[in-house]
């Protein structure tokens, strides 16, 4: 998304050369660029000590498919607290070890993905609302319940790729 006016003060934005990026808005009242706005998640696959995945599954996004715990960045947030926060908050289970994977732009929702895999002690779900179910599965049966194609597909056959 293209800024056209001041999120701050309102004033229609101009142009400045801005280094390298060249020609950006600039608001002139308050002598700040506005560079293009997009959206910051980040999607993780929690797996367990015996090798299963945490697969979610929410009404409202598909009622055949499968997804992977996923959640916007919080202002003041680091991405690895982001993932812990949103991984306890959508099955209960606590991270011990986070570590980065990949990342993906989904330009229709003008949104950076950054995906990680998260190692956890199996325990009970304690889901969040948002979320209608999550369960363990294995990785053969996972690899039936994300949609090919998705993020979360994609997410998923990196972590293959790495065993
Ligand atoms: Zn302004």
Redesign the pocket.
């Known amino acids: 998304m293209k800024f056209n006016y ?1 999120p ?4 229609k934005l101009g142009l400045r050369e801005i280094g390298d990026e060249g020609l950006m808005p600039f ?1 002139n ?2 002598d ?1 660029p506005y560079f293009d706005w997009f959206g910051q998640c980040i999607i993780s696959a929690v797996i367990n000590e015996y090798g299963e995945i945490a697969l979610l599954k929410q009404e409202r996004v598909s009622k055949i498919y499968w997804g992977l715990v996923a959640g916007y960045i919080k202002k003041g947030e680091t991405l690895e607290e982001a993932v812990i926060r949103e991984v306890e908050e959508e099955t209960g289970q606590k991270v011990e070890k986070v570590e980065y994977l990949a990342s993906y732009y989904h330009e229709k929702k003008e949104l950076l993905m950054v995906g990680f895999i998260c190692e956890v002690k199996k325990r009970k779900f304690n889901k969040s609302k948002e979320i209608d179910q999550v369960e363990w599965y294995s990785f053969e049966r996972a690899k039936e319940l994300l949609r090919s194609g998705s993020i979360a597909r994609q997410l998923f056959e990196s972590i293959k790729s790495m065993k």
């Open positions: 001041c701050q003060c309102g004033e608001c009242k308050c700040v």
